[in-house]
């Protein structure tokens, strides 16, 4: 069995960041060890969340790791709360890195033109440091962004998509992802550059007109899942466009949802058929 490691933040009710993350790569048959940066009680789009920084643990937790010969598959990370935390996720890529194993850096920071709370211009420069060091890259366009430093744009033609992404590869990593792009009316998705093959390649579906919290981190973890699972890029964009929009279409079906995540959980069926695994 394929084994990999979560890095981000717990936040116990919320569903997004690691309760997100583990349920839906232990879904896709994969063994996924986690490394929580912080506990909150709640995601921060709510009020008064009570926040446990759990900086002073990370590199003893990683030390043990390594003294018992753990080997991981793939590494991923999301919501990262300080310039410290992104030092060590670096020491952790280079402690456990060999050929085969996939870094991939989803630079969770913020969404429609805005940081989340606490985060500063500064850390996302920083955070474009650390997804230099990653193989595949997804941010939003609001964070791809701030890591370059550039003006936040609401609608890019897909020339300007195309430049972007290049551009985000100039960061040092392979492949970039652009996520929540849309270049035709009612369609939504997402566009990537692979640098090696000089190629784009881009998956579109039905543009949903909601917005829901968590559905970055739901599509990161079933894309990440889909390429640890063998997909290529263009399938584990498609496997994670898809296992998204019908989570949010199944929070839709119901009369009173949650607003603050998706009803990911009713979609894994879906999800296993899009992986080919039913
Ligand atoms: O979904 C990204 C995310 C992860 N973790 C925490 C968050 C957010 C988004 O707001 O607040 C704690």
């Known amino acids: 069995m394929k084994r990999v490691l979560s890095i981000q933040d717990i936040s116990c009710v919320g569903k997004c960041s690691l309760t997100v993350a583990l349920p ?9 060890a986690i490394l929580p940066t912080a506990v909150l009680s709640t995601h921060t789009a709510f009020k008064n969340f009570t926040f446990r920084d759990l900086t002073e643990d990370l590199d003893k937790i990683s030390d043990h790791w390594k003294e018992e010969k753990i080997v991981f598959d793939g590494i991923a990370t999301g919501y990262l709360g300080s310039f410290r935390q992104i030092e060590q996720v670096e020491r952790i890529f280079s402690m456990f890195n060999h050929e085969k194993m ?6 969770a920071m913020g969404d429609k033109g805005k940081l989340y709370p606490g985060f500063t211009p500064e850390f996302a420069k920083r955070m474009g440091g650390l997804c230099g ?74 543009y949903l007109p909601h917005s829901f919290h968590g559905t970055g981190d739901i599509w990161a973890s079933a894309c990440f899942a889909a390429l640890i699972n063998g997909q290529n890029l263009e399938q584990a964009l498609g496997t994670a466009v898809e296992y998204t929009v019908e989570s949010m279409r199944c929070t839709l079906a119901q009369k009173e949802y949650n607003w603050y995540g998706v009803d990911f959980e009713s979609a894994i069926p879906k999800f296993l058929k899009l992986l080919g695994k039913v």
């Open 133 to 206: 060091k990653a193989d595949i890259i997804v941010p939003n366009l609001t964070e791809a962004a701030f890591m370059l430093g550039e003006e936040y744009k609401e609608e890019l033609s897909q020339q300007e998509v195309k430049d972007l992404l290049k551009r985000l590869c100039d960061l040092g990593c392979p492949v970039s992802v652009l996520t929540g792009v849309s270049f035709e009316k009612g369609r939504y998705g997402v566009a990537a550059f692979d640098s090696r093959k000089n190629e784009f390649v881009s998956y579109f579906s039905e």
């Open 102 to 107: 996939l870094k991939f850096v989803d630079p």
């Open 24 to 32: 839906i790569i232990s879904a896709a048959g994969i063994e996924c």
